[in-house]
């Protein structure tokens, strides 16, 4: 059963433009929600993540958004660029047997930004 | 510094073989992760060490996958009698404390013929 549910699956922007991405979950023991960028070839890359007692979190072009009572979040990227074109994946974490934290992701967004 | 380092980059093998998948953390991270990434997907946990124990191996899909981290640094995860559909992206992270942020290596692509 897919825990973490993200839209769109591709999605393409103009150079400049709005990127945005969108995630739900359902298990209310997440929290803590990262946002993972991956290039081809490459391992998940940490971008930016938020807790839940927080709605905004901006760094950058890079902004979540989270709604604790819809359990949504949202990416966006402002002024996307061609070097932005990669897989983006949202995760959610709880906590294991042991102290450590499982990251439970998305299906991924291949985003495109053209020139 | 240096990152997470995995190896092989990939590895191709046949029905029923058995294959070890090495992965080599950032130094002195004390977490390590093991995560499975099939094409078109996000990675999915498979096992988590704290130091030298398992500490939470929920995610193992079955008794054939088996990890071990003897001395709390490098890692080896181990698939017997592989099938075709253990093919994946099999990816390392570590991080420095247990709720840190982890850290990615690039991945062994296993095939299976």
């Known amino acids: 059963q897919q825990q973490v549910k993200q839209s769109p699956q591709s999605l393409i922007v103009q150079k400049g433009g709005i990127s945005i991405i969108n995630c739900a979950y359902e298990?209310?023991?997440?929290?803590?929600f990262p946002w993972y960028q991956q290039f081809p070839g490459k391992g998940p890359a940490l971008l930016i993540a938020?807790?839940?007692?927080?709605s905004e979190k901006k760094e950058g072009r890079f902004t979540i958004s989270f709604n604790k009572s819809a359990k949504q979040f949202s990416l966006h990227i402002m002024d996307s660029q061609p070097g932005d074109s990669a897989t983006y994946f949202c995760a959610a974490s709880s906590r294991l047997t042991g102290g450590g934290n499982k990251l439970t992701f998305g299906t991924g967004t291949q985003l495109k930004v053209e020139l | 510094g240096a990152g997470v380092s995995q190896t092989p980059s990939n590895k191709v093998t046949e029905k029923g073989k058995y294959v070890e998948l090495r992965c080599d953390p950032i130094?002195?991270?004390?977490?390590l992760y093991w995560y499975r990434q099939s094409l078109g997907q996000g990675p999915e946990f498979l096992i988590y060490f704290q130091g030298t124990g398992a500490a939470d191996d929920s995610g193992l899909p079955n008794d054939r996958f088996f990890a071990v981290r003897p001395e709390g640094s490098v890692s080896t995860l181990k698939i017997q009698r592989t099938e075709r559909g253990d093919s994946a992206v099999y990816l390392c992270?570590?991080?420095?404390?247990?709720?840190?942020?982890?850290?990615f290596g690039p991945g062994t692509r296993l095939t299976v013929l």
């Open positions: 298990n209310t023991a997440f929290d803590y």
């Open positions: 130094s002195g991270h004390t977490a």
């Open positions: 992270a570590s991080s420095l404390m247990v709720a840190d942020t982890q850290y």
């Open positions: 938020i807790r839940p007692d927080v």
